[in-house]
């Protein structure tokens, strides 16, 4: 199993690929790898993902294939906002990010601006031009852009090389006349018609906002919105795929399934070492310390099995740690 973990950092983010793991029978802990709908790669000698694999949904968490019970995660990598401006709205915007897991990235050429980025949380901040940060900037289908520059001009050349990047989401802040004439500009240059479409603008959702901080909450409500939309998981974060690659046993727990309310989504993962360091977190609190030591016992007793494991966030000791969320957690732990 570890060698299909040591692919991951190597599989393509553009392509749909789907990752498929068995949670019962003889066969428990077996995977497949689909990309675009075809098998490239099965770790057992159980058929079941050869007959089967094809009926599974392209969405993250458990499903039912022929009458098997079996998790399903679309390969994504951790997801990342880049605002672009660290203006009065932007540092609330920083710190919602941080809160949900993204990795935050803030460029802004103005050294006082790009200081309070940083304390805000931005991590990496860019001090430079909006135009030679950004082509520092790849993009993929986990990037979310946010512009709030402080002028149309700014406004421009930040749309102009972000829409000829993938991406996950653009929003761009602004009045009506404003972006109309940033949007009618582009067009003229070149940009397609398409992708000015797509930008989310006015940016945030409608729930009269008004306040930097209340702007804020409407943005990030959009980008958690436009993030679930699809039934995405939470990704491999950077830190968890450096962590895989590192040599010794571990632990990879996986949330694969919640009911009311918790304090992560699914998908999120969390690598547990011999010596109980962590790299993750599911979340905090007891249930995290029991989990913990699961894998302890699991790594010093020698077992190789993966394991099912329940938490329920409404019981009296959850209550006693401060986590009443009133849901349901399962987990996967497995031994790499």
Known sequence: ??????????????????????LDGSGMGEKALLSDGEIVWTSGQDEFFSLHAGEAQNVTG??????????????????????????????????????IGCRVTCIDDRPSFAGNAREAGADPVLCDSFENALNTITGDKDTFFVIVTRGHRWDQQCLKAIAAKPHAYIGLMGS??????????????????????????????????????????????????????????????????????????????????????APRSVGTKMLVLPDGTCVGTIGGGCAEAALIQKARDMLSG????????????????????????GGTLELLLEVL
Do not use: W
């Open 1 to 22: 199993m570890t060698a299909f973990y040591d692919k991951l950092p190597e599989l393509d983010p553009g392509r749909e690929t789907l990752i498929l793991t068995l």
């Open 302 to 325: 020698g077992t190789l099995r993966p394991q099912l494991y329940h938490v329920d966030l409404a019981r009296e000791e959850a209550a006693e740690a401060g986590m009443v969320c």
């Open 176 to 261: 009506v006349k404003r972006v109309r004439m940033v949007k009618e500009n582009l067009l003229r240059s070149g940009v397609p018609k398409d992708v000015l479409d797509e930008v989310h603008t006015p940016i945030g959702l409608k729930i009269g906002a008004e306040t930097p901080e209340e702007i804020a909450v409407s943005v990030m409500a959009e980008i958690i919105e436009v993030k679930n939309r699809h039934g995405r998981g939470a990704g491999y974060p950077d830190a968890i795929l450096k962590a895989l690659g590192q040599p010794g046993r571990k632990v990879l727990l996986t949330l694969i399934a919640r009911r009311g309310s």
């Open 62 to 99: 458990v499903q039912e294939i022929d009458g098997r019970r079996v998790y399903s995660e679309r390969l994504e990598h951790e997801k990342k906002i880049v605002i672009c401006g660290a203006g009065h709205v932007s540092i609330p915007i920083i710190r919602l990010g941080r809160m």
